[in-house]
C-alpha cells in the first residue's frame, strides 16, 4: 500500500490551473488579421491543424504530468513502513589538550575529525565535544555538517589538560537521549597523558555503544610527559580553620626521572608549592596541605574550586594544569521527620546551624501528614514514629525498596516496634543504665574519617538510657555499648536500600553525646554515606545523573521543558567565575525531562535527561580489550566484547532491520518522470505555437 | 543590373520617401529621376537615326539594311545597325484586386500603393522614351483599355485612374490576358503587376497565346514581406482579404509549409514565364522598385538587337 509521508505538498497541484489558463488562452486569438491570400494555407493547414490539436494536448498532459510527478515526490510516497528515524548517532571527543597542536600529527587528527564531521546527515546526526578539564559540547545532536565543521574550527584548540573518563560518561549519557540502533563514541586523541588503564570502561559503555579511537601512530609522537593523574581531597570534613589536604598523583611517562613543582590553588585557601621527585615510567602521590586563608571562618560544608599546576623540570610545558573541584563534604538531601515539640531537635541543628533559617528548617523536616517526595532524598530520619501519619509508613516502605536510606531513632513505644518488627527487628528491653561506648567500627566509611583527625570523644560519650534489641543476622553493628549491646545498627534491606537504627532517643535525658563535638561531624558523613550509597546504587542500575550537565546554548535562545515552562540560563562562567562569552549561556536541568529550544517562535531539537533504565543495560568492556584499542588500525570499530551476539551477526541484523525499515524510493522515479516529461514538452512545444 | 549599380541607385531612393510623397506623378518622377542619377550615363537612346554598329549581312536579313557603300570599298557585306528607330508599344495591365490592398504590420506601402507608384514611374519613363504605352486596370475583365500612346495627355489619363483604391474581390488575368491578344499589337511588351494569385496553368494557356502575337510578357510580382516570410509570432486568425474567409492556425506549425507552397508557385510562375520568353521579377514592397526599370529597358534592348 502506497502512503504519503508529507501530504501538505500536494497542496502543489493547485498549480496544475496554470498550464490549463495557458492552454485555454493560448488556444484562439479572437481579433481577425487580414492577409493576402490563404491559397497557400488552406491545403496545408487541414493535414497539420489536427496534428497540431494533438500535440498542443500533449503538452499540457506533459506539463501537468511534470507538476503532478513533482508534486508527488516531494509527498514522499512509500510502499510499507516508512522510516525516517536515525540509523545512527555519534559522539566524537577531541582531545582539546594542548598536546594536541604538535605539528606531527595535528593535521592528521585535525582532518579525521573533519572527516567524521563530513558524514553526518539527517539519518546520521553526530555530536563533537572538546574535551579539557570540562567537555565542551556543540549543544545538541545535528544533521548539518557545515554547522557542525564549522562550530569544531572555532572551537577545536585547547590548552588544558584532557578529562576523558568524564567525558566518555558524558558522551555515553548524550547518546542515551537518542533512540537509535546504532551508537559510537569516537575519540580522537593523540594520546598523551591519558591514563587510558584506568579509564573506567566497564562502567562506561552500554552493550551496543562502539567505541572508536582515532590516535596518531606512535613514531608521529615527539614526546612524553609527566602529567597530573588525579587528586583527592584527604580531609573527609574540614573544620572551621582546619587544614586541607589534597592527595595528587604524578605519572611518569618519561625514560628518566624526574622532578618539578606542583602548584595548588583552592578557594579560601592559601597557594601552596610543592617540589616533587619521581622516578622514571611510575607513578607517585603527593599530599598537599592546604592552610585556610581566616582564621575565624565560618564552616562552608559546600564544595570548593581548586587548581594545580605542575612544572617539571625535564619537560615540555604542556597539559600540567588540572582544575577540579573538592568536597570534603558531600551533603546528599536529607528529610527528618519532627519530634516531640517540648525537645530540642539536635539532628536538624546539625545540619542547619544557623538556627534562625526557617527556610532550612521547612526543606529538611516533615510531619507525614502531606506526600512527600522522597525521590530525591539520600537519607530520611525517622525520629518519632508516633507523629507520623500511618499512611506515610508505606510510602516510607516504598523509598527503602528503591533504594533509599533510614536511620530510626529508637523509641520504647507502639509504633516503633510495630515498624521495626517489619525488618525483624525487636526491641525487647529498655535498659536505664548510664553506659559507654566500648568498639566503633573504624573501617567503615562513616567512621573512618575519624581516625585521621583523633578523636577520643566517642568512648567518652555518657548513654543514659537505652534499648535491647534483636536484630537479623544480616544486621551489621557499627557501634557497641559496653554490656554488648548494639548502639549502631546497619540493616540492608534485600540489598538495596539500607535502614539504620539508633537505639537510643537523641534527647538529654538519654544522652549527652549532642553536647560533644563528635556529634555534628557524624551527621554529616552519615548524610554523605547515604548520598554516595544512593550514586552507587544509581550508577549500579546504570543510571548516570547527567541533571548537572551543562547545555550551552546561545543567547536567542530559549529552554522549555515538557510543561511549556521557560527554563532558567545562566551565563557561562570559568573557574573563578569569570563570564567568558556574552552570548553563550549554559542550562542545567535539574530534574529529568524532555526540554526544547525555542528561536524566533520556531520550535526545534529535542532532548532527553536522564533516559529510561531499559536503555541503559550495562556494558562490560575488559581491560584486555582496552589494551587493545590503544594498538589498533584507526578507525576500526570495536564492538563490545561481552555482547551476547557477535559482531558480525550484530552487522547482518542491522542490515536486515535496516532493509525493512526503508522505505521503497518512488520519490526518484517520480523525478525521474518529471524530468522526462518536461523534457519531451521543451522537444515537443512550440514557445510561440503552443 | 549589376549590384553595384543598383546599391548606387538605392543610395538615391528610400521607400519611406517614396511613400510619403503627395501626388503619384511625384512619386513617379522621384523614381525616375532616382533611377537615372544612379545610373550615371543616361540609357536613353532616342528616335533620332543614330548609327550603332556593323555586323556581317546574314542570310534573312533585308537587303535594305546593307550598306553598299562599305560594300563598294571591302566587298564586304556588312549591316549598319541603327537605334531606336521605332517606338515600341508597352501595354502596362494592373491587378486590381483586393489581395493588392494588402500591407504587412511591418511595412510601409502597401502592395496596391507600391505598384501604382511603380506602374506610374514606368509610364513616365515610357513617355519620356516617346514608347506608346497604355495601362488597363485587371479584375474580373480588362477595365477601360485605351489604345497606347506616348502623349503627355494620356500619361495624366493613366495616371488618374490610378488613384482608386482596389474594391474589386477577384482577378481573372487569363481572361484580362484573353481579351488584350484581341488588342494588342503585334511585337509588343505587355508589363504586368500582380501577387499573381490564382491558378497557373490556365494562365500558361494564355500566355502561349500571347507568345503567338511575338509579345513579350514581364511580370512584376509585387509581394508583401509578411507574404513571403509569413512572419506571424503568435497563433493568429487569418482573414482572406479576396473570400472573406478566416483560419485560426499556430504560423510557427504552418510557417514551412506555406513558405514551401508560396516557393512551390513562384517557381512555377518563373518558369511559365520564361518558357514563352517572357521576363519575371520578384519585387518586395520593402524595397524600391528599381529593378523593374531596369529590366524593361534590358527587355526593351533586346528587343531591338
Known sequence: ?690 | MPNSVEQNINEFLDIEILNKLPSLDVKARYLVEGFLKGLHKSPFRGSSVEFKEYRSYQPGDSLKLIDWKVYGRTDRLNIRLRDDETNMNVYLLLDSSASMSYKGEKSAMSKWDYSISLAAALMLFLMKQNDAFTLSLVANHLKDFLRPSSKRSHFNTLLSRLCLQPNDQNCDLPKAISELCGVVRRRSIVIIISDFYGDLKVLNNQLKELAYLNCEPIFFNVMDNSELNFDFDEPVLLSDLESGSKLHLSPEVVRKKYLENLNAHLLELERIVSSVGGEYLLLNTSIPPLKALGKYLYVRSEKFK
Not at chain 1, 510499507?80 to 559522539?91: D, L, M
Not at chain 1, 514514629?385 to 531513632?409: D, E, F, M, T
Open chain 1, 1 to 690: 500500500m502506497i502512503q504519503l509521508a508529507y501530504s501538505i505538498f500536494l497542496g502543489g497541484l493547485t498549480l496544475l490551473t496554470i498550464p490549463i489558463i495557458l492552454h485555454l488562452l493560448k488556444n484562439k486569438p479572437s481579433q481577425p488579421i487580414p492577409f493576402a491570400s490563404l491559397q497557400f494555407l488552406t491545403s496545408s493547414i487541414i493535414k497539420s491543424q489536427k496534428k497540431n490539436r494533438l500535440k498542443k494536448r500533449l503538452v499540457l498532459l506533459l506539463r501537468m504530468l511534470t507538476i503532478t510527478s513533482i508534486c508527488f515526490a516531494f509527498a514522499w510516497p512509500y510502499i510499507g513502513k516508512f522510516s525516517n528515524e536515525v540509523q545512527s548517532a555519534k559522539v566524537i571527543l577531541w582531545d582539546g589538550s594542548y598536546s594536541m597542536q604538535a605539528d606531527n600529527y595535528n593535521q592528521f587528527l585535525y582532518k579525521s575529525a573533519i572527516k567524521n564531521l563530513g558524514a553526518v546527515n539527517y539519518q546520521n546526526p553526530a555530536m563533537i565535544g572538546i574535551v579539557t578539564d570540562n567537555v565542551k559540547w556543540n549543544g545538541s545532536f545535528s544533521s548539518n555538517k557545515l554547522t557542525l565543521q564549522r562550530w569544531f574550527e572555532t572551537n577545536y584548540q585547547g590548552n588544558f589538560t584532557s578529562d576523558f573518563s568524564f567525558a566518555l560518561a558524558q558522551a555515553e549519557a548524550k547518546l542515551k537521549t537518542i533512540n537509535c540502533k546504532n551508537k559510537k563514541i569516537v575519540v580522537i586523541t593523540d594520546h598523551q597523558k591519558i591514563p587510558w588503564e584506568k579509564v573506567n570502561y566497564d562502567k562506561l559503555l552500554e552493550d551496543g555503544i562502539k567505541l572508536e579511537l582515532v590516535t596518531p601512530e606512535d613514531d608521529m609522537i615527539p614526546f612524553k610527559n609527566c602529567y597530573i593523574e588525579g587528586l583527592s581531597c584527604v580531609s573527609a570534613f574540614v573544620k572551621s580553620g582546619q587544614d586541607l589536604v589534597i592527595d595528587v598523583k604524578v605519572a611518569n611517562l618519561n625514560d628518566s626521572n624526574n622532578s618539578g613543582v606542583i602548584t595548588v590553588k583552592a578557594d579560601n585557601y592559601k597557594e601552596v608549592s610543592q617540589r616533587f621527585k619521581i622516578p622514571k615510567k611510575s607513578t607517585h602521590s603527593y599530599q598537599v596541605v592546604l592552610k585556610p586563608l581566616g582564621k575565624n571562618r565560618e564552616l562552608k560544608p559546600l564544595s570548593c574550586s581548586a587548581s594545580i599546576e605542575m612544572y617539571s623540570d625535564d619537560d615540555i610545558g604542556v597539559d600540567n594544569k588540572r582544575y577540579c573541584w573538592i568536597k570534603p563534604v558531600s551533603m546528599g538531601k536529607i528529610k527528618i521527620s519532627e519530634t516531640t515539640s517540648n525537645q530540642f531537635n539536635y539532628i536538624k541543628t546539625a545540619f542547619s546551624p544557623q538556627v534562625n533559617s526557617l527556610k532550612e528548617e521547612k526543606k529538611i523536616i516533615f510531619d507525614g501528614r502531606q506526600k512527600t517526595n522522597l525521590e530525591k532524598v539520600d537519607l530520611l530520619v525517622l525520629q518519632d514514629l508516633r507523629l507520623l501519619h500511618s499512611s506515610y509508613i508505606q510510602q516510607v516502605k516504598k523509598y527503602l525498596k528503591r533504594g533509599g536510606n533510614i536511620a530510626v531513632v529508637g523509641k520504647n513505644d507502639e509504633e516503633t516496634k510495630k515498624f521495626l518488627n517489619f525488618f525483624n527487628i525487636k526491641i525487647s528491653d529498655e535498659i536505664n543504665k548510664t553506659t559507654q561506648l566500648s568498639f566503633i567500627d573504624y573501617d567503615h566509611k562513616i567512621f573512618s574519617p575519624y581516625t585521621k583527625i583523633k578523636s577520643d570523644e566517642w568512648y567518652t560519650i555518657n548513654f543514659f538510657n537505652h534499648l535491647k534489641v534483636s536484630h537479623p543476622k544480616n544486621g551489621k553493628i557499627l557501634a557497641e555499648f559496653l554490656d554488648g549491646d548494639p548502639a549502631i545498627i546497619e540493616l540492608d534491606y534485600y540489598g538495596k536500600g539500607k535502614i539504620f537504627l539508633i537505639t537510643f532517643e537523641l534527647n538529654r535525658e538519654t544522652t549527652d553525646w549532642m553536647t560533644k563535638t563528635v556529634f555534628l561531624p557524624f551527621w554529616r558523613e552519615f548524610l554523605s554515606y547515604a548520598h554516595d550509597l544512593i550514586k552507587v546504587n544509581k550508577v549500579a542500575q546504570n543510571e548516570i545523573d547527567c541533571s548537572n550537565v551543562p547545555v550551552l546554548v546561545s543567547n536567542n535562545v530559549k529552554i522549555f521543558n515538557s510543561k511549556n515552562e521557560e527554563q532558567k540560563l545562566a551565563p557561562v562562567k570559568n573557574i573563578f567565575g569569570e563570564v567568558k562569552n556574552n552570548k553563550q549561556y549554559q542550562f542545567i536541568p535539574q530534574v529529568s525531562n524532555c526540554y526544547y529550544h525555542k528561536d524566533n517562535n520556531e520550535t526545534f531539537d529535542y532532548f532527553v535527561v536522564n533516559p529510561s533504565i531499559k536503555e541503559s543495560k550495562n556494558a562490560i568492556i575488559n581491560k584486555t580489550l582496552v589494551k587493545k584499542i590503544k594498538g589498533i588500525a584507526r578507525n576500526a570499530d570495536m564492538p563490545v566484547k561481552n555482547s551476547r551476539e557477535s559482531t558480525q551477526e550484530l552487522v547482518a541484523k542491522r542490515e536486515k532491520n535496516s532493509d525493512k525499515h526503508n522505505s521503497y524510493p518512488i520519490w526518484r522515479i517520480l523525478l525521474i518522470i518529471a524530468l522526462a516529461a518536461m523534457v519531451l514538452e521543451i522537444l515537443i512545444a512550440n514557445r510561440t505555437a503552443l
